[in-house]
């Protein structure tokens, strides 16, 4: 109301004519201001929805147009009109698109609502998705709006559609999507961007239909894998090709042994679509192992060259790489430190060589790579490998077999050397040989023949060679010989030298030089031995029993016959006194027999003459057991006697002399129980020096089954007699 107008209230005025009359009393003349408020229209049903201007036409106030007033639709109202029907299949169009009506409680259709479909929480398949032409999509001036080209990827049961505008919803009625013929091919696993060369996870590839549901039913399909790019090797430890078991092809042991950046493919026979998995990189682990490698190619030959020659570098050269544990090369290690041999127990037959290489044995690895050079076996051999170790320790390799064969004569070789030591003037003990060798060392049996000559290379004192017939010999199947070959004069480091003098058919020869010799006066060697023998300890030992004798022989070499030496005794190896003066015979051996009362240790004594040094034997030991004799004795009877009776019983010992520690016996009584022979006295007895007797008397108290034994107890000069037979007794 305004200052003209009456003092008034209208309540709400509801109707459903387009004119509304509201009554105004003015109280004045003056002017009125009218003000409605809460002005509302409510739909119509159904359509179309109408509009109109706001226009006064009563007796008061100015006429004309207030205002228009458009009637528009109420909230969405979502109505399911057509959908999918069951059996449809994963990845294919939905066979009828969903369909839906948007409008408002009255009826009236919403245009332009934005319109979103999905699959409904909880219903078919976890994870599965759903695709369309286009969603969301806008409803039409009708309030339609169709989702077509839809598809679900996995096969599940009951799946529900439901279509979302701001706060409406509505869902389809449920259907089903099962899994459609073989389509495509589908990595189920594959290489994580990262992986060794044991590529992790190993792949598996599935035949799907088109939604990518794996076909359970397929049993035959083949699948085969290939990689991008193969600079290495790539392989699977169950080949290259898998025939699928339900649908799926595992594939295990897969290793790609270079590093660098892939791809993997698969494809199938029968053919359906191929599919190509993304890029990932295999880098090499930790160092884990060793390889040996014949030359620097790639993917690391293990190939041997063929058959080389002894004493001549190999035709390919061996490389030694660092591996992780998938077989990569750790191009990292820089500080590895490989070493070369030949592998322990080869070759299978001929050898045994020596591996030479012109760079050493050992050398630090480059960028996970040892390359050795101008390596080479001297000796002709069958089946040699080689082994390939390192620090820090790695797990070792050895090669394929490759064999060694003899070469062209290049040279003479010592085949048997002189000995290392010598008596100046006495002939070695082993012949000499030397042959006609390849530059390895290895015999020329055929084919050519020389005549070798000895002679003395370095001189240090002055000798002279002498050889049994001549210092010259022809060879015999590659090999001169030379017997009973002597040096004169004394020294360190003399040696031979032989030179071909001669070949058939010519041909030149390296001359060869011997180990060295050297020589010394000449030395008699001297030794000991016993009957009874001897056994291996440090200080060889015989064991007699007392009262029996020993026989000590002695034996002088280098030219010992009838040589004069003392047979020497002892008790504590710090005063030796001689027994005996002896002679050898004509083979420098002597024998004594003596019969020794207590342990003792015994040499021989050779002083020298004029043409042989002396020598002293090595100590042998002897060692005397003491014997014991037990009275009375029942000669294996039992004698039976009363409980209460007292036996005494005397143990005689032998030896029993004054200068020797006094002997003491050990008397033992068992009972029988029942749960066996128990020991009832244990006791020992100081043995008299006089008589040599130990004597006991033992009163058999109680009835039972005894027996009685004893032994003398060690000393320091003799050992323990051993126990006497028992004497057994039934006391009743």
């Not at 030896?655 to 129980?673: D, G, I, S, W």
Request: with cysteine; aromatic share 6%.
């Amino acid at each position: 109301g305004g200052s003209g107008c009456a003092s008034m209230t209208l309540g709400a005025v509801v109707t459903t004519s387009t004119t509304v009359t509201i009554p105004i009393t003015a109280s004045s003349t003056s002017p009125c201001t009218v003000t409605v408020s809460g002005l509302q229209v409510r739909p119509t049903a159904g359509n179309p929805l109408a509009s109109g201007n706001i226009t006064n036409s009563g007796s008061r106030g100015p006429g004309g147009n207030y205002g228009t007033l458009t009637e528009v639709a109420g909230a969405a109202v979502l109505t399911f009109t057509s959908g999918p029907v069951a059996s449809t299949t994963g990845g294919a169009t939905l066979a009828q698109s969903p369909a839906f009506h948007d409008e408002d409680a009255w009826g009236n259709d919403r245009a332009g609502d934005s319109v979103q479909l999905s699959i409904k929480s909880g219903t078919g398949t976890a994870g599965a998705a759903l695709t369309c032409t286009t969603d969301p999509q806008n409803t039409s001036g009708a309030g339609n709006v169709t989702f077509t080209g839809c598809s679900i990827d996995k096969a599940g049961l009951g799946y529900v559609l439901r279509a979302t505008t701001g706060s409406a919803v509505r869902d389809t009625n449920a259907f089903n999507i099962s899994i459609g013929s073989a389509s495509k091919l589908v990595f189920e696993t594959y290489p994580t961007p990262i992986t060794a060369s044991l590529l992790t996870p190993q792949p598996s590839v599935g035949v799907t239909d088109a939604g990518g549901n794996v076909i359970v039913t397929d049993n035959s399909t083949v699948i085969t894998l290939s990689i991008s790019a193969n600079t290495g090797t790539f392989t699977c430890s169950g080949g290259l090709s898998r025939t699928v078991a339900l649908g799926v092809a595992t594939f295990t042991g897969c290793t790609q042994t270079s590093t660098g950046t892939y791809t993997l493919a698969a494809t199938s026979a029968p053919v359906v679509t191929p599919v190509t998995g993304p890029t990932f990189v295999v880098s090499s682990a930790v160092p884990n192992k060793l390889a040996i490698c014949w030359g620097t190619a790639l993917a690391c030959p293990t190939a041997p060259p063929a058959s080389t020659a002894g004493g001549t570098a190999f035709s390919t050269q061996p490389t030694i790489r660092v591996q992780d544990a998938a077989g990569n090369s750790v191009t990292s290690d820089n500080t590895t430190v490989v070493t070369l041999a030949i592998a322990s127990g080869t070759p299978a037959s001929g050898g045994p060589g020596t591996l030479a290489c012109t760079g050493g044995l050992s050398l630090m690895v480059t960028a996970g790579v040892a390359t050795f050079a101008g390596c080479a076996i001297d000796k002709a051999g069958t089946g040699y490998r080689l082994n390939a170790t390192s620090a820090p320790a790695l797990t070792s390799a050895q090669s394929n077999q490759f064999n060694v064969v003899t070469g062209a004569a290049s040279k003479l070789t010592f085949i048997v050397q002189p000995p290392a030591s010598a008596s100046s003037g006495t002939p070695f003990p082993a012949g000499i040989q030397v042959g006609i060798t390849d530059a390895g060392g290895n015999v020329i049996t055929t084919g050519i023949n020389a005549t070798i000559a000895l002679s003395i290379g370095t001189n240090p004192g002055g000798g002279t060679l002498s050889c049994t017939g001549s210092t010259s010999a022809p060879t015999v199947n590659g090999i001169a010989t030379f017997a009973g070959c002597a040096i004169t004069g004394t020294g360190n480091g003399y040696t031979l030298v032989a030179t071909a003098t001669s070949t058939t058919p010519p041909t030149t020869l390296a001359a060869a030089t011997s180990t060295p010799i050297n020589l010394t006066s000449v030395t008699a060697g001297i030794s000991i031995t016993t009957s009874p023998a001897l056994n291996g300890a440090a200080t060889p030992t015989a064991v007699i029993v007392w009262g029996h004798d020993v026989t000590l022989t002695t034996h002088i070499a280098g030219n010992g016959a009838n040589r004069t030496f003392q047979l020497q005794v002892t008790k504590d190896r710090v005063a030796w006194s001689t027994i005996a003066t002896l002679v050898t015979n004509g083979a420098g051996n002597a024998s004594f027999v003596y019969g020794p009362s207590d342990n003792r240790y015994y040499r021989a004594v050779f002083a020298g003459a004029a043409d042989l040094g002396g020598a002293t034997s090595p100590t042998i030991r002897v060692v005397v057991r003491s014997i014991v004799l037990l009275r009375p004795t029942n000669l294996g009877t039992v004698k039976h006697i009363s409980h209460g009776t007292t036996v005494t019983f005397t143990a005689t010992a032998r030896p029993n002399r004054p200068e020797l520690p006094q002997a003491r016996a050990n008397f033992v009584v068992y009972r029988l129980t029942s749960f066996g022979w128990s020991k009832v006295l244990d006791q020992v007895v100081a043995v008299d020096r006089a008589a040599g007797l130990a004597t006991l008397a033992i009163s058999f108290s109680s009835t039972g089954k005894f027996y009685v034994r004893v032994q003398l107890v060690p000393t320091p000069v003799n050992a323990n007699s051993g126990w006497t037979p028992v004497e057994r007794y039934d006391v009743v």
